[in-house]
């Protein structure tokens, strides 16, 4: 296989953990086409724990069959096995709308690219976060996801981190220069999963005693895999459910009850910051919470971010030097490479058209011009509205979870790639939380020759007319 044969050469996997990986891998997708849809859906959200393409291999010249096999050809085939798709709510045409345009945009754009296999792929990325969104709202709707399932789903991942990370030498945590806890992809992709997992979690009906076990197993290796923008994340999240847990509750809202809720997140988030310090003295998170506890202390002193400063200096002069033509079409799909090789930031050999900019916004301006750049800022704002109306008209579980993904989520849009985490573990976790929210939106259609409006049985699950109906 060639992504084995990769990883060998590169040096990337030792033997033992090209064999679990490998192995895995093929059950997984084995388990996801042939079990029944209900359970090949979870198979996935599995298999996407598994990068085939490994930490030393980068994409310009060559293309992972395995995880092209992961983007593309097994959501098809799962989407093709839970059609026909129920109706979706009007409320999300626009937001439909939105991203299908956006990646019509980004196929446009590849015509110009100058690298024009990175901008495919970055298709198919897309491309995954499409089906999967049809088939994980599916899923939502009928039930298939539900506390038991995200909890096994928890409890199992661990497990394949834990196996990575101190059984099989950690290559995808970077063990030479940081020792961070992940599943067999990148953390940085790992702890946006498992910051998503703790959140569906969190915001569920009738909480257990597995359930919390679960939850606090996904906050510790959340914490563990050292992901500063999560864990950021993860702080306001606590935050948020501290004060959701006030709102919900049928005692009267005052200012001072909002205030001692306010208090209690804010001594949980201290607790977490102690903790971080004290019991885990060489975790990356103490760059940052040394950094905001330092007077002296810069922004150059928060690792990676240093560089990435560098990069986002670099994108912006170019954006102000550009020609009229290039701001209003962009350079084409996967072109962020040119300008990190251009200023030496990156060289050839260790550098992913679509991994390059760390920033998508100013990636879509750079890449796609400013259709691209507004198309991706009307899709964020449409998802946000979709969340803020479900969490404070409706009084929705589904929405209160989106808007505690909704601060990290943008974070991570500021300084990660998440635009081509379409089948690894970050993008499949943002998109279980998304479509945890679309699925709960009711669903309203109108009798013929009528004007009285029923809500679709199939799409609103009774008796409540949400999935929060479903969360046991």
């Known amino acids: 296989m060639r992504g084995r044969s990769r990883f060998i050469e590169a040096g990337a996997m030792n033997a033992d953990s090209v064999f679990v990986a490998t192995t895995a891998f093929w059950i997984l997708v084995l388990l996801t086409v042939f079990l029944s849809p209900r359970y090949g859906v979870i198979s996935y959200i599995l298999l996407a724990q598994f990068d085939m393409s490994g930490t030393g291999y980068y994409s310009i010249g060559s293309l992972g069959i395995e995880n092209a096999l992961k983007a593309v050809v097994v959501p098809t085939i799962l989407l093709y096995r839970v059609w026909p798709v129920e109706r979706f709510p009007a409320s999300t045409k626009k937001l439909r709308t939105y991203w299908l345009l956006l990646t019509a945009y980004a196929a446009v754009a590849t015509l110009w690219s100058p690298y024009r296999l990175s901008a495919v792929k970055m298709l198919g990325y897309m491309y995954a976060y499409s089906v999967l969104f049809l088939v994980f709202t599916c899923a939502w709707r009928r039930g298939w996801i539900n506390t038991r399932t995200l909890t096994f789903t928890t409890w199992l991942c661990l497990f394949f981190a834990v196996v990575q990370t101190y059984f099989l030498g950690n290559v995808h945590g970077n063990p030479e220069y940081e020792f961070r806890f992940t599943t067999f992809s990148g953390a940085a992709t790992f702890g946006p999963f498992l910051l ?4 569906l979690l969190l915001f569920r ?21 050292g992901g500063r923008s999560i864990f950021v994340g993860f702080l306001w999240t606590l935050l948020l459910g501290s004060i959701v847990v006030s709102a919900r509750s ?8 909002i205030a001692k809720r306010i208090a209690f997140g804010l001594a949980a988030v201290a607790c977490v910051a102690v903790l971080v310090q004290d019991v885990l003295p060489h975790n ?8 905001t506890e330092s007077r002296d202390s810069t922004l150059e002193d928060v690792g990676t971010l240093a560089w990435r400063l560098v990069v986002y200096q670099k994108t912006a002069e170019e954006l102000l030097n550009r020609s009229l033509s290039k701001l209003l079409v962009g350079t084409g799909t996967s072109s962020g490479a040119t300008l990190v090789l251009d200023a030496g930031i990156f060289q050839e050999d260790v550098v992913d058209p679509n991994r390059s900019l760390h920033d998508e916004f100013l990636r879509s301006i750079y890449e796609w011009g400013l259709p691209g750049f507004l198309l991706l800022l009307l899709f964020l704002v449409e998802i946000v509205k979709i969340g803020l109306k479900m969490a404070l008209q409706n009084d929705s579980k589904a929405g209160w979870a989106f808007l505690a993904i909704c601060v990290p989520l943008m974070f991570s849009l500021t300084v990660e790639n998440i635009l081509s985490d379409g089948a690894s573990p970050g993008g499949v976790g943002y998109n279980l939380v998304l479509t945890y929210m679309i699925a709960a939106c009711p669903i ?11 809500q679709n049985p199939m799409a609103v699950p009774r008796p409540h007319g949400s ?3 479903l969360s046991g």
Do not use: C, Y
């Not at 998503?196 to 959140?199: A, H, Y």
């Not at 049928?250 to 009850?257: E, S, W, Y």
């Not at 103490?286 to 950094?291: D, I």
């Not at 309203?444 to 029923?454: C, E, F, G, R, W």
């Open 196 to 199: 998503s997992l703790f959140i």
């Open 205 to 225: 009906e009738g909480w257990n005693f597995p359930l919390i076990a679960a939850s606090v197993a996904a906050s510790i290796g959340l914490i563990l895999t």
């Open 250 to 257: 049928r005692r009267k809202i005052n200012l001072k009850l």
């Open 284 to 291: 990356r998170l103490n760059e940052l919470l040394s950094a």
């Open 444 to 454: 309203i259609t109108m009798k013929k020759n009528s004007h009285v409006l029923k």
């Open 467 to 469: 999935v929060d109906a």
